[in-house]
Each structure stands twice: as structure tokens, then as C-alpha cells.
């Protein structure tokens, strides 16, 4: 399935990155968003590289936006600058490992299926290729497209795995489901049930 993303943002992204022979996805809330046609559409654009985010962040701010500052972020490897009205952020795909009492991942670069599945819900796994030859490409291993078309909030994977992870994302499943309108899914309804003190481990400013 191909995607048209006509604002012209992404083909001054295509261009860069084609350019540095890198391979990189829009990903995340902004393709959601796109896809449901929100009125209010998410302005930050999340991009997974194939790569060192960090550099490709750095090259593409220097084309796009010369003189912007480049926030960087080394112990996740990401990086972000503004240009006009969006926010912009690149990482290297990578997978994670988490401690049980904390939320702050391990990461380790790794592939675009890691990030994939890194993801909280299958409504924002789905990516769309930047790369010239395959522009606007949809990779939608957790059938996210069809979550979308069905309203439903689902974990990409084992949802005790997911929220035992990373507790917020219990509730951010509250949240979706309430912004959009969404129904959360059986199995990963019961288990933010089953998770729920986990709560207990994320900060009460991230709550």
C-alpha cells in the first residue's frame, strides 16, 4: 500500500536522506494522525533511520533550517530541530530491554522490525517510507491499518509483556481510546487490569 504525503516537508526529508543513502520511515503518531485525517493533525514527525539518527538529524536541519539548534538526546539516540510549525525528531531503529523497576530502557541499535515492535500500540508500528524508490510505502506488520479502519487499541505484542515494560502505556491506552474514540482490545484491556500497580514505578509528573 502507498500513502500520498503531499506536504512538501517530506519530499525536502526524501531528498536528504535518499541522498545520504540512508533508509528512513515516518512512524508514529503523525502517520496515525494523517491516515484517521484529523482535523488537528499531530505536528511532530518521528522518523526512524537505518543508522545514526543523531547524524542524519544534524545534515537534515543544516539543509532544511540553516542555523537551527539541534537538540540531542545521546542516551536514546535521538535528535530534534523546529522547522516552520513542526517538530521534527530522527532515531536509529533499536530494540530495548527494560528492568523491571524502572522505565528507562536498555537500547541497542537494531532493525526496522525492532522498532516495530518497540512500539506501544499497532496504530503507531505503522511507517511509511521516505526513501525516493519506495516513497510513501506503508510497513504494517501488526495489521495497525486495519485497527484503525476497526477503532481498536491493540498492543503490537503480548500486551503483559508491553505494560509490564513500560506502565505508561497503560495509560495512554486510556488516552487514545478516549481522544479517538476508540475501543481498547479484550486481551489488552484485561491486561492493563492485571498491570495496574505496576503504575506504581512511573513518576507522578508522567502521570
Known sequence: MNICLNDNIFKLLSEIITAEKKRAW??????????????????????VVLGNGIEIARKAARKMAPGTK?????NFGTAMFRYEDYDIEFVGARKESYDRNSRKPVVET???????????????????????????????????MSDLREKIIRTPLDPGITFSD???RMMRAIR???QLNFSIEEKTFSSIALNAERISIVSQERI
Open 70 to 74: 539541534v537538540s540531542v538526546f545521546k
Open 26 to 47: 515516518v512512524i508514529g503518531g503523525y502517520v496515525r494522525d494523517h491516515l484517521l485525517k484529523r482535523d488537528h493533525p499531530d505536528k511532530d514527525i518521528d522518523i
Open 176 to 178: 487514545f481510546a478516549v
Open 166 to 168: 513500560d506502565p505508561l
Open 110 to 144: 537494531g532493525t526496522l522490525d525492532d522498532d516495530q515492535k518497540r512500539r506501544d500500540f499497532t496504530i503507531n508500528a505503522l511507517a511509511i517510507s521516505l526513501n525516493k524508490e519506495t516513497f510513501g510505502d506503508v510497513l504494517d506488520p501488526f495489521n495497525g
